[in-house]
């Protein structure tokens, strides 16, 4: 039996179809690859932002561990009436007081420099390597004032405990100022404002 020839009209439809396939597939291809690449690219977004979140977290950190040192450093010199030496950078182990800058720190704590102009950048008092960021401080003593509520008692030089000035009813007030920078120049700055006083308490955090 002989099969009839084909038409040359079955031809082009043939090949028509086949276009349209090929086409479609390459559509399919292209938009694939796309939405293969906007993933990837998404993906390593958000890897960087995640990155950048524990960074600036460590950076806060590392800066809230300075100012914590800062109110050991003035707590310890008003209690010893000087900068403890072994928080000197000289020290050994090496303390966090860059050496030769004690001695301003010591008359910044105790108030003979009150609102001495140097800052954690320039010529710091803290200086320290934590968790990969290098943190510098400087501590200023703002002012001094009686203590809340006992004004009276301190003008009468009250003995009481927390009210006369031999008392210790004078709240010094001192800003630690905090930056902590890595390789990267991720920084994190942090200020606080603390008040101690002269009876031994602790330094107490302001708003």
Known sequence: MMREPMHKADK??????????????????????IIGIGAMTMSGFGTKLAGFGRSAESGANAAEACIGTG??????????????????????????????NDVTLQQ???????????????????????????????????????????????????????????????????RIDCVATNAANTTSHIIAVYACTLTGESCQRRP
């Not at 072994?86 to 182990?93: K, N, R, T, Y």
């Open 12 to 33: 082009t439809v043939n090949t028509e179809e086949s276009g349209i396939a090929l086409l479609t597939v390459l559509l399919l291809l292209v938009t694939m690859t």
């Open 108 to 174: 910044e704590i105790l108030g003979q420099l009150d609102n001495n102009p140097d800052s954690a950048q320039g010529a710091p008092n803290i200086s320290q390597i934590i968790n990969g960021f290098t943190v510098n401080g400087d501590i200023d003593r703002l002012y001094a004032m009686p203590k809340a509520g006992g004004a009276l008692q301190f003008a009468m030089g009250y003995e009481g405990t927390g009210a006369g000035a031999s008392g210790g009813g004078v709240d010094i007030f001192y």
């Open 71 to 100: 109110v050991k450093i003035i707590q310890d010199t008003i209690d010893l009436g000087k900068v403890n030496p072994l928080f000197v950078s000289s020290a050994i182990p090496p303390g966090p007081v860059p050496a030769g």
